[in-house]
Antibody
Framework: EVQLVESGGGLVQPGGSLKLSCAAS????????MQWVRQASGKGLEWVGR??????????AYAASVKGRFTISRDDSRNTAYLQMNSLKTEDTAVYYC??????WGQGTLVTVSS | SYELTQPPSVSVSPGQTARITCSGD??????ASWYQQKSGQAPVLVIY???KRPSGIPERFSGSSSGTMATLTISGAQVEDEADYYC???????????FGGGTKLTVL
């Protein structure tokens, strides 16, 4: 069974940093592209970014709204993907989902950016 | 910047056919996927590569694409199909992904 479990969410002040983790199981993580998607309360889904597999040189891509502030990485030995978020803004407040490609999603972790 | 445009809401009676559209300039060359999100839950993939249905998704869900518009069709919509639906695709470069604004489907 495919499982994706996000962790690391919480309350952080504007300008602060937070690192989210996504622990994967039930599939061949090392060959899978992983992505992050967020959803502010009462709002729609917003694609954050993705990281491809080693075979695709771990290529990353980011939405314009987070480029230069967020970094996606992965540790294939731990079956875990990460989202490092720096220079956080109040508008980054959202539930952050980790997904395997387009098909499987985790349950999300809440990030609140507030003073 | 590139956008995918969906109607904010669609309403049908139980048993009727619901159609939700998604328009985008890159859709003639890029696949669309569709997600269903019920209140308080994570999204679920219901259609990928324009018209393919993942295992476990009821046959009443179908997808199509023509020109700059992709369409999700729910034939014989049921009350349990009430949800927000999002289309998802890529820009013309294939690097950036994006979602449509979402459509709230009401079945009553």
């Amino acid at each position: 069974e495919v499982q994706l479990v996000e962790s690391g969410g919480g309350l952080v002040q504007p300008g602060g940093s937070l690192k989210l983790s996504c622990a994967a199981s039930g599939f061949n993580f090392s060959v899978s592209a992983m992505q992050w998607v967020r959803q502010a309360s009462g709002k729609g889904l917003e694609w954050v970014g993705r990281i491809r597999s080693k075979a695709n040189n771990y290529a990353t891509a980011y939405a314009a709204s987070v480029k230069g502030r967020f970094t996606i990485s992965r540790d294939d030995s731990r079956n875990t993907a990460y989202l490092q978020m720096n220079s956080l803004k109040t508008e980054d407040t959202a539930v952050y989902y980790c997904t395997r490609g387009e098909d499987y999603w985790g349950q999300g972790t809440l990030v609140t950016v507030s003073s | 910047s590139y956008e995918l445009t969906q109607p904010p809401s669609v309403s049908v009676s139980p048993g009727q056919t619901a159609r939700i559209t998604c328009s985008g300039d890159a859709l003639p060359k890029k696949y669309a996927s569709w997600y269903q999100q019920k209140s308080g839950q994570a999204p679920v993939l219901v259609i990928y590569e324009d018209r393919k249905r993942p295992s476990g998704i009821p046959e009443r869900f179908s997808g199509s694409s023509s020109g700059t518009m992709a369409t999700l069709t729910i034939s014989g919509a049921q009350v349990e199909d009430e949800a927000d639906y999002y289309c998802y695709s890529t820009d013309s470069s294939g690097n950036l992904r994006l979602f449509g604004g979402g459509t709230k489907l009401t079945v009553l």
